[in-house]
């Protein structure tokens, strides 16, 4: 990600969530949702607003995502075809990939 400060909001309703990712000086966010299936994640949608393309951002909730998983124990079905393509990127999450 370049030098914009980018924070992640992680939302949790029990059979489902979001990662809100919140660029400084900006309204629009980028969003990562997810639903729960037994101890996975099915990453279904990862969605960047035009205005923030190009910055890394989705790459960022993905990490974020990552990192959740990795920390809480569960597993990441990758439905979205950009979680899927990071996955395939990055062979050292492939022990997440459920």
């Not at 400060?5 to 809100?20: K, M, P």
């Not at 990453?43 to 809480?72: F, N, Y």
């Not at 395939?88 to 022990?95: F, G, I, Q, T, V």
């Amino acid at each position: 990600m370049a030098d914009t400060a980018l924070t992640i909001e992680r939302h949790d309703n029990g059979s489902g969530g979001e990662y809100i990712a919140h660029v400084a000086d900006t309204d629009a966010t980028g969003k990562l949702t997810w639903v729960k299936r037994g101890t996975a994640r099915v990453a279904e949608h990862t969605l960047v607003p035009a205005v923030l393309r190009g910055q890394g951002i989705a790459s960022e909730l993905v990490k974020a995502l990552v990192a959740d998983a990795r920390e809480q124990g569960f597993t990441i079905v990758p439905t979205c075809s950009y979680v899927a393509a990071k996955f395939d990127e990055h062979p050292e999450w492939s022990d997440l990939r459920a």
